[in-house]
């Protein structure tokens, strides 16, 4: 069975040898010859076997291979990384859905690393000592089980009122928003209940309404709202204008919560996944071939995060609830993408892998034998939680260690900026629309990181280059980014001259002017108009006082003298596609040199290292990694960006939800010059790694029994 990396003939040997009668001394000097004495590598043993409990058959044995689990192994990380880009690209959608801020999102977004934090430590202990397919496939389920919790919001609270009134099913009723005495339950099997009125919460409607007799009644009011919904917000000076019932109102923290606890369970799903994943693998490969192993593993689990933001790209095309008609496209600021459809996919293909790589033994074959695994031929011991204390503290006095870590530290807390508000920073800065930002943001890149790994991991199994040579390179791939994020700063698109209303002390706008003051604008939705004559952007139509609109043409604008002016949909920004061009091309070149460097790290943190600290040594990683770069780093860049918003929206009876409208240019430089502060710091710990990692042997394989003594001695 060649197709899966078993020797036929090798293990069709190794029976014949049983057959004659072949002495203990002749298993020796045949390699590929097991020693039945050793039960622990029996190939009758159910833990050594393919399958769970009473199923493990024959026909699955011939699965057990490397080549077998690298296969399921790279597909499980190309699914984990579809779910990162899925959740980065639909962040703001979130946000809108929700009306939260950046940084209440990135709290949210904390729960990930909290459960990390919390058990890193004692499940990569426990894991690494047992067995770790079977541990890895419990981490799976819980990552399946978080993608469900996340779509859960969705079927619990709906789309929202401010999307369903979008739609040719539902515009009618933003007629009754005027009215806080009008109570309305609406069922019209889309899945959508609605509640309107000046009360929370109606125990009996008063009417029910359905889909057909809303039609029916409503037709009139919907077509004279569809036209003017679908295409521009204009000045209406007889319009009502009320917030409600404002003292029934209260902030619904039960979303909040829901996406707090599917980050939480994913955090522990994450972190089984990959403290046990790689040193399975390792243990299983030669020392000279590991390298260009992890590159083709790295590179192809690069291939999720790309078809993640396609994912997205797509789901978000898709209206929120798509059994409903929206009545405006998707380059509308107000649309409101299917941001939980994804989460439902990805949770049922993990849920099926769940219990595929569970089948794995506990011990590889390898050309026909068993392959012990953690210890490389130590004896299987039952982990004792008062060794813990003891192994952490020999991994603080590892300076290579302790350095590479802190060093991944820093270039992490920067690099989370960029990947959880990268496609918001597009919009931003470069005017894209919210699908396509999260297209560009990943895609571009992804090609160019999954070819420097494989590049990388070739040339380093080649050439075998010595620790300070990787480390070195680091360095040099470290101020190149600095320099590179520095030059960000001067890229960007020119969106026109801003005129909304009087700026405040704060930095923000009171969009409320006197030539709009009477037109009831709302400052939840944003419909940017440029006067092409004098470059200026309003916030909206109605902000700019216009009264009418008709074949693509907006007139009648109060806030602007000239009565022949110019005014079009969308901002000024002229040229703004070749500037995002050289910022996607700057991009792709640093994402590849920055990418060579990964697969070096990752050898010198595996062999600086014993063989049984490993998956302790990558728990006590992801414990630094999470406390100290992905705990505080969504917080501390969602407050960046809110830092420089104009205009908050989303907001009713005085509570503030997400911001509208940033300035593109104070957020270019404080975004860019934050995050290269913090590589920079990374870099000053991969000089220490390059000065102290000279004597580190990364290539020589370890001897099983030199190893064994080695362990034990130290032991006593």
């Known amino acids: 069975m060649t197709g899966y990396g078993l020797d036929n003939k090798g293990y069709e040997f190794e029976l014949e040898d049983v057959r004659k009668g072949a002495s203990k001394n002749d298993a020796l000097k045949n390699p590929s010859f097991p020693d039945k004495t050793d039960k622990n590598v029996e190939l009758g043993d159910a833990e050594n076997r393919c399958g769970l409990g009473c199923f493990n058959p024959e026909w699955a044995q011939r699965f057990a291979t490397k080549r077998a689990f690298m296969v399921v192994f790279t597909l499980l990380g190309v699914i984990q990384g579809m779910t990162w880009s899925y959740f980065t690209a639909t962040i703001s959608t979130l946000e809108k859905r929700f009306k939260i801020s950046s940084e209440t999102a990135g709290v949210v977004m904390t ?65 009754y928003n005027a009215n806080p005495q009008i109570y309305l339950q609406m069922d019209n099997g889309t899945g959508d209940s609605v509640v309107l009125g000046g009360q929370s919460t109606i125990i009996q409607p008063i009417y029910f309404v359905t889909e057909s007799y809303a039609a029916d009644i409503h037709r009139e009011p919907m077509r004279r709202l569809e036209h003017k919904i679908a295409k521009v917000s204009l000045c209406e000076r007889t319009a009502i204008h009320t917030n409600g019932n404002c003292e029934d109102q209260n902030t619904n923290l039960a979303p909040l919560v829901l996406i707090f606890l599917s980050q939480f369970v994913a955090g522990i799903g994450v972190l089984l996944f990959f403290t046990l994943g790689g040193p399975y693998l390792d243990d299983n490969t030669k020392r000279k071939n590991i390298a260009m192993l992890f590159g083709i593993t790295m590179s192809l689990r690069l291939v999720g995060p790309t078809f993640g933001f396609l994912v997205a790209s797509g789901a978000l095309k898709m209206y929120v609830n798509p059994l409903l008609t929206p009545i405006i496209t998707p380059e509308d600021p107000r649309w409101t993408g299917a941001w939980w459809l994804g989460w439902v996919v990805f949770g049922s293909m993990m849920m099926v892998f769940s219990f595929v790589i569970g089948l794995f033994p506990r011990k590889l074959r390898r050309g026909g034998v068993i392959v012990s695994s953690e210890g490389n031929g130590a004896p299987e011991t039952i982990p004792i939680l008062s060794e813990i204390p003891g192994a952490i503290k020999l991994l603080l006095k590892n300076k290579v260690n302790v350095f590479n870590n802190l060093a991944g530290v820093f270039y992490l807390f920067a690099a989370i900026g960029y990947w959880t508000y990268m496609p918001k920073y597009m919009e931003t800065i470069f005017m894209q629309t919210a699908s396509n930002a999260s297209v560009v943001s990943g895609a571009v890149g992804i090609f160019s990181q999954a070819t420097g790994m494989l590049l990388s991991g070739y040339l380093i199994s080649r050439f075998q280059f010595s620790a300070r040579k990787l480390a070195a390179w680091n360095v040099f791939t470290g101020f190149s980014h600095v320099a590179l994020m520095i030059g960000f700063t001067q890229i960007g698109c020119d969106g026109g001259n801003v005129s909304f209303g009087t700026e405040q002390s704060d930095g923000t706008w009171n969009l409320t002017a006197p030539c709009n003051q009477d037109c009831n604008c709302k400052t939840s939705k944003i419909l940017p108009v440029c006067y092409k004559q004098e470059n200026i952007v309003f916030y909206s139509a109605c902000h700019a006082g216009c009264e009418t609109y008709d074949s693509g043409r907006i007139g009648n604008c109060s806030c602007i003298a000239n009565e022949s002016a110019n005014v079009i949909l969308g901002n000024c920004s002229t040229g703004c596609g070749q500037i995002f061009m050289i910022f996607l091309i700057i991009s792709a070149f640093i994402k590849f040199v920055d990418a060579t460097g990964r697969i070096g790290n990752m050898l010198v943190s595996y062999r600086c290292v014993k063989l049984e600290e490993r998956s302790l040594s990558i728990g006590l990683n992801v414990l630094l990694l999470s406390a100290l770069a992905f705990l505080p780093g969504p917080i501390v860049f969602g407050r960046i960006i809110d830092s420089v918003c104009l205009v908050w929206g989303g907001s009713q009876c005085g509570k503030r939800g997400n911001c509208m409208l940033y300035n593109g240019k104070q957020l270019r430089y404080i975004f860019n010059v934050f995050a290269a502060g913090f590589v920079f710091v990374g870099v000053l710990f991969d000089l220490l790694v390059w000065y102290f990692v000279k004597d580190l042997d990364l290539y020589t394989e370890p001897d099983s029994n030199e190893e064994t003594e080695k362990n034990a001695q130290e032991k006593k």
Not at 126 to 131: A, E, I, L, V
Not at 145 to 170: I, K, M, N, R
Request: one cysteine or more; charged letters at 10%; hydrophobic letters at 45%.
């Open 111 to 175: 729960g990930n690393e909290i459960s990390q934090i919390l058990f890193s430590i004692f499940l990569s202990h426990y894991g690494g000592k047992g067995h770790r397919p079977r541990w890895i496939a419990v981490g799976v389920f819980f990552s399946s089980l978080a993608c469900f919790v996340l779509a859960s919001p969705h079927f619990f609270y709906g789309s929202g009122l401010d999307a369903l009134v979008l739609t040719e099913e539902f515009s009618w009723m933003s007629q």
